[in-house]
Nanobody, 118 residues
Framework: QVELVESGGGLVQNGGSLRLSCAAS????????MGWYRQAPGKQRALVAA???????NYGDSVKGRFTISRDNAKNTVYLQMNSLKPEDTGVYYC????????????WGQGTQVTVSS
Protein backbone atom coordinates (compact mmCIF):
# COMPACT_ATOMS: atom_id res chain seq x y z
CA GLN A 1 0.00 0.00 0.00
CA VAL A 2 1.15 3.56 -0.75
CA GLU A 3 0.09 6.78 0.95
CA LEU A 4 0.42 10.23 -0.63
CA VAL A 5 0.20 13.35 1.52
CA GLU A 6 -0.13 16.72 -0.21
CA SER A 7 0.48 20.17 1.20
CA GLY A 8 0.87 23.76 0.03
CA GLY A 9 -2.49 24.67 -1.46
CA GLY A 10 -4.33 27.86 -0.65
CA LEU A 11 -5.68 31.16 -1.90
CA VAL A 12 -3.51 33.40 -4.04
CA GLN A 13 -4.07 36.45 -6.21
CA ASN A 14 -3.86 36.48 -9.99
CA GLY A 15 -0.17 36.45 -10.95
CA GLY A 16 0.97 35.00 -7.66
CA SER A 17 2.90 31.84 -6.83
CA LEU A 18 2.40 28.69 -4.81
CA ARG A 19 4.45 25.57 -4.18
CA LEU A 20 2.81 22.19 -3.69
CA SER A 21 4.51 19.22 -2.06
CA CYS A 22 3.57 15.55 -2.01
CA ALA A 23 5.31 12.94 0.11
CA ALA A 24 4.85 9.27 -0.74
CA SER A 25 5.31 6.46 1.77
CA UNK A 26 4.83 2.72 1.78
CA UNK A 27 5.80 0.07 -0.76
CA UNK A 28 7.18 2.23 -3.56
CA UNK A 29 9.11 0.73 -6.43
CA UNK A 30 11.29 2.24 -9.12
CA UNK A 31 11.03 3.17 -11.85
CA UNK A 32 7.93 5.22 -11.14
CA UNK A 33 6.21 8.36 -12.30
CA MET A 34 4.89 10.98 -9.88
CA GLY A 35 2.61 13.71 -11.04
CA TRP A 36 0.03 16.37 -10.34
CA TYR A 37 -3.46 16.45 -11.76
CA ARG A 38 -6.03 19.21 -11.49
CA GLN A 39 -9.80 18.95 -11.30
CA ALA A 40 -11.64 22.20 -11.86
CA PRO A 41 -15.32 22.55 -10.95
CA GLY A 42 -17.45 20.72 -13.49
CA LYS A 43 -14.46 19.36 -15.39
CA GLN A 44 -12.58 16.10 -15.57
CA ARG A 45 -9.30 15.55 -13.79
CA ALA A 46 -6.43 16.47 -16.12
CA LEU A 47 -2.66 16.19 -16.09
CA VAL A 48 -0.77 19.25 -14.89
CA ALA A 49 2.74 17.83 -14.80
CA ALA A 50 4.54 14.53 -14.27
CA UNK A 51 8.12 13.44 -13.63
CA UNK A 52 9.73 10.02 -13.80
CA UNK A 53 12.18 8.70 -11.24
CA UNK A 54 14.80 9.27 -13.97
CA UNK A 55 13.91 12.95 -14.18
CA UNK A 56 11.96 13.11 -17.43
CA UNK A 57 9.12 15.63 -17.29
CA ASN A 58 5.84 16.19 -19.05
CA TYR A 59 3.55 19.23 -18.75
CA GLY A 60 0.02 20.07 -19.70
CA ASP A 61 -0.12 22.70 -22.44
CA SER A 62 -1.81 25.31 -20.25
CA VAL A 63 0.99 25.36 -17.65
CA LYS A 64 4.10 25.14 -19.83
CA GLY A 65 6.52 27.92 -18.98
CA ARG A 66 4.74 28.77 -15.72
CA PHE A 67 4.89 25.59 -13.62
CA THR A 68 7.91 23.47 -12.74
CA ILE A 69 7.79 19.93 -11.39
CA SER A 70 10.71 18.43 -9.47
CA ARG A 71 11.31 15.53 -7.13
CA ASP A 72 13.58 14.27 -4.39
CA ASN A 73 13.94 10.53 -4.92
CA ALA A 74 15.60 9.99 -1.53
CA LYS A 75 12.48 11.43 0.14
CA ASN A 76 9.94 10.09 -2.37
CA THR A 77 8.63 13.63 -2.59
CA VAL A 78 7.43 15.58 -5.60
CA TYR A 79 7.06 19.35 -5.81
CA LEU A 80 5.11 21.67 -8.08
CA GLN A 81 6.26 25.27 -8.28
CA MET A 82 3.43 27.33 -9.74
CA ASN A 83 4.21 30.85 -10.95
CA SER A 84 2.15 33.45 -12.79
CA LEU A 85 -1.02 31.80 -11.54
CA LYS A 86 -4.28 32.54 -13.33
CA PRO A 87 -7.90 32.16 -12.18
CA GLU A 88 -8.26 29.22 -14.60
CA ASP A 89 -5.62 27.35 -12.55
CA THR A 90 -8.19 27.09 -9.75
CA GLY A 91 -9.11 23.57 -8.75
CA VAL A 92 -8.26 20.62 -6.56
CA TYR A 93 -4.74 19.38 -7.20
CA TYR A 94 -4.16 15.66 -6.74
CA CYS A 95 -0.81 13.93 -6.37
CA UNK A 96 -0.36 10.63 -8.17
CA UNK A 97 2.24 7.88 -8.36
CA UNK A 98 2.37 5.07 -10.92
CA UNK A 99 4.66 2.06 -11.13
CA UNK A 100 4.71 -1.57 -12.20
CA UNK A 101 5.80 -4.24 -9.75
CA UNK A 102 4.26 -7.48 -10.84
CA UNK A 103 1.14 -5.49 -11.65
CA UNK A 104 0.27 -1.93 -12.56
CA UNK A 105 -0.13 0.25 -9.45
CA UNK A 106 -1.75 3.70 -9.37
CA UNK A 107 -2.25 5.72 -6.17
CA TRP A 108 -3.80 9.13 -5.45
CA GLY A 109 -3.55 11.67 -2.68
CA GLN A 110 -6.55 13.28 -1.03
CA GLY A 111 -6.17 16.52 -2.99
CA THR A 112 -5.36 20.09 -2.05
CA GLN A 113 -7.39 23.15 -3.05
CA VAL A 114 -5.77 25.93 -5.06
CA THR A 115 -7.82 29.05 -5.60
CA VAL A 116 -6.59 31.95 -7.72
CA SER A 117 -8.61 35.10 -7.29
CA SER A 118 -9.01 37.68 -9.99
Amino acid sequence: QVELVESGGGLVQNGGSLRLSCAASGNIFKPNTMGWYRQAPGKQRALVAAITSGGNTNYGDSVKGRFTISRDNAKNTVYLQMNSLKPEDTGVYYCNIKFVWGRYSDYWGQGTQVTVSS
